[in-house]
């Protein structure tokens, strides 16, 4: 077990000790807390499949997010409200269903985008995303019949069948169970034959292409996958919050992603954890004593960038492998 994995596996122990820590002190909003970072642990995580793995820097990705949120928003608001969908399909508040809505139409709006966007590379890629998330984000407000720009609430948490997802502990584990699957699924991906494609191409996509495989297709099923994560973990960040807003889709969504997998360490595991955990804290911690607090966030952005590329996962571990 290498030094990098040992740290990993510290960090998401720490996640774990908060709520239990809260729980044990009567202290239930930093369960809350904790949540939050799990979400955004989970959304960054799928973010950093095509930006870790496959070097895809794209400014789009709160467009997955925030579908994954409203995909939560309008099928509980209908189930809630006893109204019938387009089709005569029914809403629902049950987790599992509302999950699966939340992927497919991440990944089918992902394959819609990738398959255009991905025809570019560099300042265009982050651009052309960037493009699309926009559309998406102004569709959103001009949307009355769920909100527009004043959002969707949603009246009862969702239910996950044997758990109270009322209970702040229990939401909790649910989203940490599968911040975990997550990140098993980022390390099978990194270990495989389909990841060791991806990072070729990032590196040398004409060798990549001279034996006999296509860089764009790859690139194209890693963009599909990292979006479905995402809009997983944006159906969560619905749930958490009860409410939806286009505020998911807008680019600040995006860079704050981009933010927590820097400050975590790009391509490193556990990366996106250590990231969510930093930014909650700083927001929550500096929040409460200045309104500035992000020029503080920034400052430590700027020293990651400057001193320790692979994040603070990166500067703990030193130069060990990725593990």
Known sequence: MTRETLISLAIVLALLAIPLWATAAGETFYITL??????????????????????????????????????????????????????????????????????????LVALAIGAISLRTAGVYFIMITLAFAQMIFYFAISWPAYGGEDGLSIFVRNQFPGVNTLNGLSFFFVCFTLLIASLGLFSLLRASRFGAALQAARQNEQRLATVGIAPYRIRLAAFVISAMVTGLAGALFADLNRFVSPSMLSWHMSGELIVLIILGGVGRLAGPVAGAMLYVAFEYFLGGITERWQLFLGLLLLAVVLFARGGVVGLLAGKARHG
Do not use: D, K, Q
Request: charged share 5%.
């Open 34 to 107: 904790a949540t939050r970072m799990a979400i955004l642990a989970l959304a960054a995580v799928g973010l950093n499949i095509a930006l870790g793995l496959g070097g895809l820097v794209s400014f789009g990705h709160a467009a997955f997010f925030g579908i994954g949120g409203y995909a939560a928003g309008i099928l509980a608001s209908h189930a809630f409200n006893m109204e019938p969908l387009p089709f005569g399909l029914p809403g629902t508040n049950a987790m599992p269903v509302i999950w699966i809505v939340a992927i497919v139409a991440s990944g």
